[in-house]
């Protein structure tokens, strides 16, 4: 295997690890609409994504930059045609933090109303618009022989595309529903579950036409491995969570994200974005990777600093492992 193989699927692995982290908290970002019935129980919610939510983060900054390094054109390519929905992604990204850190600085109940809407919409954007984006890569893009993108923003709203929006804001909202009922304790606890159930089945629905579509249009035999990966273990998520198993409804949740998303990038390979105007103006590995010697020096650093992140970042769970309740929530002091 060449290098700019071994660095496409650390690339897919560091996207995986996003998606599997920050959807749980994309979810519950949502719902703080959907489930959340008081200021306590928001706090809640905010509560059990406030020691993580920075660093699930990390995993897009890394992946962002890991593309800059070893795909260069893949990135000018990427960031250039898809530039006003990355930019609204950033915005909302931004926006969201905020809203972490300044939600609890005034007592106004207005002021905190308005950070928890900011909240709500900049979860929901995102968790859709990662979906529209990762479905034109898979599907193909209109690049010139240049790999330049000539195609418009509305090309990039094409059916296959909404769609994937779709399934990855359903994904990440039953995700981050599980998840509420693993960390949680009480009446929240229980309408988490009863609402995963919901949102579960109409994900299980929208991925289901996804993921046969992609396996229709591009599939091969490893990417209908991961397809039924991912139905079978979203279908035992469901049943899990029914079961009152909320370790192992989380956990099945997100061998979904991952099977899923690994599933899209073997159907991407050895492209890294396809033209739809000409096969040959497509990206692929080969041609949108740098130097050997380039990679070589990226992976001896990736070797040495990929253990210390997983290790610092296991352990921040670790602490921060217990469920909490509304009982947990004390009053604020200003």
Same mark, same amino acid.
């Given at each position: 295997?060449?290098?700019?193989? !071994?660095?496409? !699927?650390?690339?897919?692995v560091?996207?995986?690890?996003?998606?599997?982290?920050?959807?749980?908290?994309?979810? !519950?970002?949502?719902?703080?609409?959907?489930?959340?019935?008081?200021?306590?129980?928001?706090? !809640?919610?905010?509560?059990t994504?406030?020691?993580?939510?920075?660093?699930?983060e990390?995993?897009?900054?890394?992946?962002?930059?890991?593309?800059?390094?070893?795909?260069?054109?893949?990135?000018a390519?990427?960031?250039?045609?898809?530039?006003?929905?990355l930019?609204?992604?950033?915005?909302?990204?931004?926006?969201r933090?905020?809203?972490?850190?300044?939600?609890?600085k005034?007592?106004?109940e207005?002021?905190?109303?308005n950070?928890?809407t900011?909240?709500?919409?900049?979860?929901?954007?995102?968790?859709?618009?990662?979906?529209?984006?990762?479905?034109?890569?898979?599907?193909?893009?209109?690049?010139?022989?240049?790999f330049?993108?000539?195609?418009?923003?509305w090309?990039?709203?094409?059916?296959?595309?909404?769609?994937?929006?779709?399934?990855?804001?359903?994904?990440?909202?039953?995700?981050?529903?599980?998840?509420?009922?693993?960390k949680?304790?009480g009446d929240?606890?229980?309408?988490?579950?009863?609402?995963?159930?919901?949102?579960?089945l109409?994900?299980?629905?929208?991925?289901?036409?996804f993921l046969?579509?992609?396996?229709?249009?591009s599939?091969?035999?490893?990417?209908?491995?991961?397809?039924?990966v991912?139905i079978?273990?979203?279908?035992?998520?469901?049943?899990?969570n029914?079961a009152?198993?909320?370790?192992?409804?989380?956990?099945?949740?997100?061998?979904?994200?991952?099977?899923?998303?690994?599933?899209?990038f073997?159907?991407?390979?050895?492209?890294?974005?396809?033209?739809t105007?000409?096969?040959?103006?497509s990206?692929?590995?080969?041609?949108?990777?740098?130097?050997?010697?380039?990679l070589?020096i990226?992976?001896?650093?990736?070797?040495?600093?990929?253990?210390?992140?997983l290790?610092?970042?296991?352990?921040?769970?670790?602490?921060?492992?217990?469920?909490?309740?509304?009982?947990?929530?004390?009053?604020p002091?200003?």
């Open positions: 295997m060449e290098l700019h193989d !071994v660095w496409f !699927v650390l690339i897919a560091l996207w995986t690890g996003y998606f599997f982290l920050e959807g749980f908290d994309f979810g !519950v970002g949502v719902l703080t609409r959907l489930l959340a019935r008081n200021r306590a129980e928001k706090r !809640v919610l905010i509560n994504i406030g020691p993580v939510w920075d660093g699930n990390v995993w897009l900054l890394t992946a962002g930059g890991a593309t800059f390094a070893a795909f260069p054109e893949w990135y390519t990427l960031f250039s045609g898809f530039y006003l929905p930019l609204a992604i950033l915005i909302c990204l931004i926006v933090g905020v809203a972490f850190e300044y939600r609890a005034r007592p106004e207005n002021w905190q109303r950070w928890e900011a909240i709500f919409w900049t979860s929901l954007l995102p968790a859709f618009l990662w979906g529209v984006a990762f479905g034109n890569i898979v599907r193909g893009v209109r690049l010139d022989a240049d330049e993108y000539v195609g418009t923003v090309d990039l709203l094409n059916p296959y595309a909404l769609l994937g929006g779709l399934v990855t804001l359903t994904l990440f909202t039953f995700h981050g529903t599980v998840f509420t009922a693993l949680t304790v929240i606890r229980e309408r988490a579950r009863k609402l995963a159930l919901k949102v579960g109409v994900a299980a629905v929208l991925a289901l036409v046969l579509w992609t396996q229709v249009e599939g091969d035999g490893a990417s209908l491995a991961a397809f039924g991912a079978a273990s979203l279908v035992a998520a469901l049943g899990a029914q009152g198993r909320e370790g192992w409804a989380f956990t099945l949740s997100g061998v979904t994200i991952v099977a899923a998303v690994a599933m899209l073997l159907t991407l390979f050895p492209n890294v974005m396809p033209s105007l000409d096969p040959e103006w990206l692929t590995v080969t041609n949108a990777s740098s130097s050997p010697y380039t070589k990226m992976t001896w650093l990736a070797v040495i600093a990929t253990p210390l992140v290790l610092y970042q296991g352990w921040t769970y670790w602490v921060f492992r217990k469920r909490i309740g509304t009982q947990h929530i004390a009053d002091v200003h």
